[in-house]
């Protein structure tokens, strides 16, 4: 399996970072979302990444702009016609992604993968929307993509030995590490990190603490990088909101449960960093 050509669904936090990495690996790549502003912001933030890089003269501004001419951008799903790959990073919501793999499923060519960077949704469900289903694999960045190593590689159900072999191959080449699971809910990631985040909101909740305790503790108690309520704004209260449901529903354990807190503010639109204000303000 030769990949050459990637398509990137969102140019969200997720889908902006994974078009810069595989930029740079030197694959070419179409950028995806509904609206030019939208496209305009991942590019905006691709930019801005790669200047940086240049600013710590780690890269030249010839190099950047090669880059950056390896990203197309579009709002037409019909740019899946001609890639090899999909990766699909958009909202963390089972209807919104069963339909795009099945529209995918319909234009892209006949060899082409379809990956999903889910934080949680099951591969076997997302692959069952098409009729390649040993095709569609779970590709799990970290956030900050173009920062974080881990490449968590989920196998859905009827995922074939050799597209799991072309992703890791793949992932080796953006130079990150991958690390194959099964399809369970939350997989391993997810998994261990949404409860700890959703434990830390519970704290707040019942006034046991305020977010600079919790996040103090965590960090300076724990020797985590980052307190819990930080890295919660970071990916999104609403992603946690998503990741959560589907631990509690996957498991239908209560140790799951949302807390309300989290529920709340994702009613308030206090979505974290991206929305300027979470359990801290943002400039
Ligand atoms: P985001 O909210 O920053 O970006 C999502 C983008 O998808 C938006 O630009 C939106 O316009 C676009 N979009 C929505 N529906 C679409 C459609 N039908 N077609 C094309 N584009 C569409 O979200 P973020 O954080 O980038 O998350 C994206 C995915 O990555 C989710 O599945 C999330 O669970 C997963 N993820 C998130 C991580 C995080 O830390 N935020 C970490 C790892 C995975």
Redesign the pocket.
């Known amino acids: 399996m030769d990949i050459q050509k990637v398509m990137v669904?969102?140019?969200?936090?997720?889908?902006?970072g994974i078009a810069q990495v595989c930029a740079m690996a030197g694959f070419s790549v179409v950028l995806?979302?509904?609206?030019d502003e939208?496209l305009d912001?991942?590019m905006g933030v691709i930019n801005k990444n790669l200047q940086r890089q240049v600013d710590k003269e780690r890269m030249t501004a010839a190099e950047k702009e090669e880059i950056i001419a390896r990203i197309q951008t579009t709002t037409d799903?019909q740019a899946a016609k001609d890639v090899d790959i999909v990766i699909e990073?958009?909202?963390?919501n089972m209807e919104?992604?069963s339909?795009?793999f099945r529209q995918l499923d319909e234009i892209a060519p006949a060899h082409a993968i379809l990956a999903?960077?889910?934080?949680?949704?099951p591969i076997t469900e997302i692959a069952a929307a098409t009729k390649r289903p040993e095709k569609v694999i779970g590709m799990?960045?970290?956030?900050p993509v173009p920062v974080m190593k881990l490449v968590e590689i989920i196998r859905g159900l009827a995922t074939a030995d050799e597209v799991y072999q072309a992703i890791e191959d793949m992932t080796k080449k953006l130079n990150k590490v991958p690390v194959e699971v099964n399809d369970f809910p939350g997989f391993v990631s997810n998994r261990v990190l949404m409860p700890m985040i959703n434990e830390a909101i519970y704290t707040v909740y019942e006034g046991v603490a305020t977010p600079e305790a919790v996040d103090e503790v965590m960090k300076l108690g724990m020797n985590h990088p980052m307190g819990p309520l930080t890295l919660a704004d970071?990916?999104?209260l609403?992603?946690c909101l998503?990741?959560m449901e589907v631990l509690h529903e996957g498991f239908g354990d209560d140790k799951y449960r949302p807390c309300p807190l989290l529920r709340k503010y994702v009613k308030a639109g206090w979505l974290g960093r991206?929305s300027g204000r979470g359990f801290y303000v943002y400039e």
Do not use: C, P, W
């Not at 995806?32 to 609206?35: C, G, R």
């Not at 990073?89 to 963390?92: I, K, L, R, S």
């Open positions: 669904i969102g140019a969200g936090q997720m889908g902006s995806q979302d509904l609206k939208f912001r991942g799903i990073a958009a909202v963390e919104v992604k339909n795009i999903t960077n889910t934080s949680s949704l799990h960045f970290m956030n970071f990916i999104g609403d992603t998503y990741i991206k």
